[in-house]
């Protein structure tokens, strides 16, 4: 069976398709930055926090790596503004979905990273003097980030202390959902409500032209 590729639809709504492309990026790019920070304060919170602190953040992580990400869209996007009484843009519900999303990957990732650290530079950064806030800028971050991230070795003679490789591509997962749920964003835009989308307490959401 021969296939014929019609490339006439793509080419009339290129101009759609491009912007649609430089939206996904943009959720991207802006989601992974704040599942980053996400991550590396509660992957800090975990490892030098006391039990209670630690119970929070797996909490957190086992909830959100265990729920299905389109049902945790389907939450931030329609559950939180009717519960709360407010509501908020596709964009910006995208991008705290998938920040909380990334979050909860980079949290294993970064501690993993942190508990890889070889205690001996801790305690060399302490005999020099060093506070523990540049301790954390010159010593443990520098380390870390040498251990998690797949281009580079970590610390020791071949770079045996590695982040388990099920958690590395982080990004490039985010980017293959932003580009999804940006799709599935310029689709619910093509709907029959042509204009904005208000939530009315009592009465649910309401569209107006």
Known sequence: ???HFNFNFVWRYADKLYWGLVLSLEIALISILIGMVIGLSLALAYTGGGRLTKTAVSAYVEFIRNVPLLLLVYLVFYGIPSAGGFAYDAKTSFIATL?????????????AGLDAIPKGLIDAGKSIGLTPWQRFLY???PIMFRIVLPWEKGPGE???QKVESRNRPVAETRIRWAIVLAVLAVASGCKSHSGSREYVPGKGWKYTD
């Not at 920040?99 to 501690?111: K, N």
């Open 1 to 3: 069976m021969a296939y």
């Open 99 to 111: 920040a909380l999303y990334s979050g909860a990957y980079l949290v294993e990732v970064f501690r």
């Open 139 to 141: 010593v443990r971050m």
């Open 158 to 160: 071949s770079g045996k």
